[in-house]
Nanobody
Framework: QVQLVESGGGLVQAGGSLRLSCTAS????????IAWYRQLTGKQREFIAR???????LLADSVRRRFAASRDSANKVVFLQMSRLKPEDTGVYFC??????????????WGQGTQVTVSS
């Protein structure tokens, strides 16, 4: 069963930065576009970024000016660089393989995610 693993979350003050990482076994990361999602407190999980196999990234309007997504040079890890964090960014962040037809849907099993907490 394909599963991706997120890491890098933590507690940070408003205005701070965090870099999240997404890895998986085998060639899951190198062979697929990878998307980042988040579930903010009390809300449904939402799509926030997609990194294509060639490294090109698209981000949701809600985070575009503050977040960036990329792959490492070995194409084994996908990153989500988060800057100027706000308390409303607090939640659990996930990565997954997005459905080609609808990036809001994912193809692999959901991992545990990584908790991001932004204090005011």
């Amino acid at each position: 069963q394909v599963q991706l693993v997120e890491s890098g979350g933590g507690l940070v003050q408003a205005g701070g930065s965090l870099r999240l990482s997404c890895t998986a076994s085998g060639n899951i990361v190198s062979d697929n576009a990878i998307a980042w999602y988040r579930q903010l407190t009390g809300k449904q999980r939402e799509f926030i970024a997609r990194v294509a196999r060639d490294g090109s990234a698209l981000l949701a309007d809600s985070v575009r000016r503050r977040f960036a997504a990329s792959r490492d040079s070995a194409n084994k890890v996908v990153f989500l660089q988060m800057s100027r964090l706000k308390p409303e960014d607090t939640g659990v962040y996930f990565c997954n393989v997005p459905s080609p037809a609808n990036w809001n849907q994912a193809l692999a099993s959901w991992g545990q995610g990584t908790q991001v907490t932004v204090s005011s």
